[in-house]
């Protein structure tokens, strides 16, 4: 394992924390994983914007989180079980649930244009064929801008080695057994997504803050609110409906003084605000 952030210490020498946007900002006829999304999270202050990604049968690249397709295209399909000519027909449905007559991404469209704007997290492509994307990765001048990430699999993290590739790579950690085993790639570890759901759990004790800092490893958090259902409890319920409902500081700020870096929310626009009046006190 070794260390190569610099995309990432250049914005943060600038900010105390950096906000990454969860699949855009949507809302209105804005969609998810889009390219208005996009512009409306650096709007919104967003350092960095989140894309999920699916390959058509045909090999070409989308942004999209599959298994949402009913809802946001009113199909039963998976998209990836679809060619890409078919993929290009599709629209996505508003927030009533009406056309938008927004189109399904192309994740190298996305790239072009925000590559140069901002930091950009790619998410699920593991999911997909990993090794591709990895290559396509490579190959990008501006890859520097791209954080990719997947689970800890030890087949994923060995076809990254085989690539031999310097794209920023945060494996997504449950456990310290699970962080430990990263460290035995000659990968480029420049983040750490962790997992927790309680605030004495083993990921988020100082010694393991203090081995990130050390390593120069920037660790991050998912502040976003997913659902009820337990599964879903990802940050000890430090998140956002409760940052919303009970206190930005409690909640956001508790995640901030535990010794993260990168907050991943559905309301950049909020969180910037309470990093300023944290700044400004």
């Avoid at 105390?16 to 900002?25: F, I, M, Q």
């Avoid at 009533?96 to 244009?113: C, F, N, P």
């Avoid at 309301?267 to 400004?280: D, T």
């Amino acid at each position: 394992m070794y260390t190569k952030n610099e995309p990432l210490l250049k914005y943060l020498e600038e900010k105390e924390v950096l906000v990454a946007c969860h699949r855009g900002t949507c809302g209105g006829n804005i969609c998810q994983n889009n390219r208005l999304s996009y512009i409306a999270s650096l709007l919104h202050g967003a350092d960095m914007v989140e894309m999920d990604v699916i390959q058509s049968t045909d090999g070409v690249w989308y942004a999209y989180h599959n298994g949402t397709e009913k809802v946001n295209l009113n199909i039963d399909e998976d998209l990836r079980t679809l060619s890409s000519a078919q993929i290009d027909e599709l629209q996505y449905y508003n927030w009533i649930h009406m056309t938008s007559g927004v189109k399904v991404a192309r994740m190298e469209d996305i790239l072009d244009e925000f590559e140069p704007k901002c930091l950009i997290n790619i998410d699920r492509a593991w999911f997909n064929d990993w090794a591709a994307l990895i290559d396509l990765l490579s190959k990008r001048p501006n890859r520097q801008s791209v954080l990719l990430k997947s689970p800890p699999e030890p087949e994923l993290l060995k076809a990254l080695e085989d690539a031999g590739s310097d794209v920023m790579y945060m494996p997504i950690v449950r456990s310290v057994e699970q962080w430990n085993s990263v460290k035995n790639y000659n990968i480029n570890v420049a983040a750490v997504e962790v997992i927790f759901d309680n605030v004495d759990h083993e990921l988020v004790q100082p010694c393991m803050f203090k081995e990130w800092e050390e390593l120069g490893v920037i660790p991050w958090v998912n502040v976003i609110s997913l659902g009820n259902e337990p599964r879903f409890n990802i940050n000890a319920y430090l998140d956002d409906n409760n940052a919303i409902a009970n206190g930005y500081d409690e909640n956001w700020g508790a995640q901030i003084r535990m010794g993260f870096k990168i907050l991943q929310t559905d309301w950049p626009g909020l969180l910037n605000q309470y990093l300023e009046q944290r700044k400004n006190k």
